[in-house]
């Protein structure tokens, strides 16, 4: 999720945030999202069929694992292999058939749930210099408090103190957020490593990228090319720059890293939860180590999270893929849907002075609706869509490729993948002072 701002060839002019989401659609699709008891294939396609006369197909009966947006909307039922979810177009008595399913443990049905739609971005505000004072105040309120529960003593508090007063800037080598994640000292590149990007595809002549490996697929019935920009500059912060232009600033983590593009989202920036599933299920089924997902869509205080991507979740762990995904851009309300999934990790963000962004959402909400770690989210530099060239973006979506590139370089300097990755990056990131319900175990950082 975004905040998105533009400056041609790399200068720092910006303009007003654009693309919002105010004039796209949110709430059911009027499909659903059927989850099922793993490895039960074979018997969901004979209990759609005779609880509920959905004849559905599989993903593993089309190449790689990718499916149209086609095949996404004309199908009964599609299953999605990997995951153990099926994405079904059902009228009421059909899905009410579906549901009763899943209270008899003889069947393979476990939930059912309504698909609802997913955005890049959305219209909330960076945070001004007032908003700026405002959390600082509140960090050293915050920053004492905890320390004196936790045991700390005065100078390590004294320490933190002085790390986070200490503000990043955009140099002409590198941008703030390489600086401040280590990720511009490291040694590791991400060579060998499959990093998919679910977003809004990618600008595939961006001349940044000349040589690399770039492999896509599309699941909203419009080409992968980019003609939103969100998703090239998502790509660019985790996996760009090895071609950048003469004068410009290194801005990519895994720059020799292979991308893997999933247009999930419109040039609207728009779509739904099949859709992104879909994407999830085409991403592991390539043999990615990081899925990165810069999109969501907002849950209410309490709200427990999709079973649907839960499930989607822990079968990317369990194959070796770690999912990681934006928390979100409404300020105080709760980690949106699906990074608030327990086995998905979700990404806060901090601007350069490493203070919690002002719409970055916070980890209220039970079961996985945490904040694990943060990445640097305010006035990002990337790549966008040509002629254009260079962008500056804010927002947790910036935030969440900078931790999947350091997750792709963790990964080639340990060989860790899944839940050992994961806990790699909990276990190295660095403390900034601040609760772990603003930026979970803190600041990502790369391998040295």
């Not at 529960?149 to 004294?158: A, I, P």
């Not at 040694?187 to 990618?202: E, H, I, N, P, S």
């Not at 410009?248 to 895994?254: K, T, W």
Request: aromatic share 4%.
């Amino acid at each position: 999720m975004a905040n998105k701002k533009h400056s041609r060839n790399g200068g720092d002019s910006k303009t007003p945030p654009v693309n919002g989401t105010k004039d796209l659609p949110t709430g059911p699709t009027g499909r659903y999202l059927v989850t099922m008891v793993p490895g039960s294939q074979r018997k969901l396609i004979k209990s759609l069929k005779d609880a509920a006369g959905v004849t559905a197909a599989s993903t593993a009966d089309f190449d790689q694992g990718e499916v149209s947006a086609e095949d996404l909307g004309q199908a009964d039922g599609l299953i999605l292999e990997h995951l153990g979810i099926a994405i079904v177009s059902a009228d009421p008595d059909q899905i009410q058939s579906l549901e009763m399913s899943a209270t008899d443990d003889s069947h393979p049905v476990v939930a059912v749930e309504a698909e609802e739609y997913v955005h890049a971005i959305n219209d909330e505000g960076l945070l001004t210099a007032a908003g700026g004072n405002y959390v600082r105040g509140y960090r050293d309120g915050m920053l004492n408090w905890t320390g004196r529960l936790l045991g700390s003593t005065e100078t390590e508090l004294e320490e933190e103190e002085a790390f986070v007063e200490s503000a990043y800037l955009d140099t002409p080598q590198f941008t703030w957020g390489l600086q401040a994640t280590r990720a511009h000292s490291s040694q590791a590149t991400g060579a060998g490593m499959r990093v998919a990007v679910l977003d809004t595809g990618f600008d595939l002549k961006h001349p940044d990228f000349v040589g690399r490996q770039v492999i896509t697929a599309t699941f909203v019935g419009q080409p992968v090319q980019d003609g939103h920009g969100h998703g090239t500059h998502c790509i660019g912060t985790s996996l760009g720059d090895r071609q950048r232009a003469m004068g410009s600033r290194r801005y990519g983590c895994a720059r020799q890293g292979t991308i893997l593009s999933g247009k999930v989202l419109n040039n609207s920036g728009s779509g739904a939860d099949g859709g992104i599933l879909a994407g999830i299920n085409w991403a592991i089924h390539q043999k990615a180590r990081v899925i990165s997902m810069s999109l969501g869509a907002p849950v209410a205080p309490g709200a427990p999270p999709s079973l649907a991507y839960e499930n989607a979740g822990r079968a990317a762990l369990n194959a070796g893929s770690l999912i990681i995904a934006a928390a979100g851009n409404s300020g105080s309300a709760p980690v949106g849907r699906p990074a608030n999934s327990a086995s998905i990790m979700a990404v806060a963000a901090v601007d350069s002075s490493l203070m919690r962004a002002a719409f970055s959402c916070i980890g209220i909400n039970p079961n996985g609706g945490e904040v694990n770690i943060a990445g640097p989210g305010v006035d990002v530099f990337s790549s966008v869509p040509m002629a254009t060239r260079y962008g500056i973006m804010s927002g947790t979506s910036m935030a969440t490729p900078h931790v999947a590139g350091i997750a792709a370089l963790w990964s080639q300097r340990t060989g860790e993948r899944g839940m050992a990755l994961w806990r790699r990056l909990l276990l190295t990131a660095r403390k900034i002072g601040q609760p772990v319900t603003h930026v979970g175990a803190g600041l990502v950082q790369a391998p040295l």
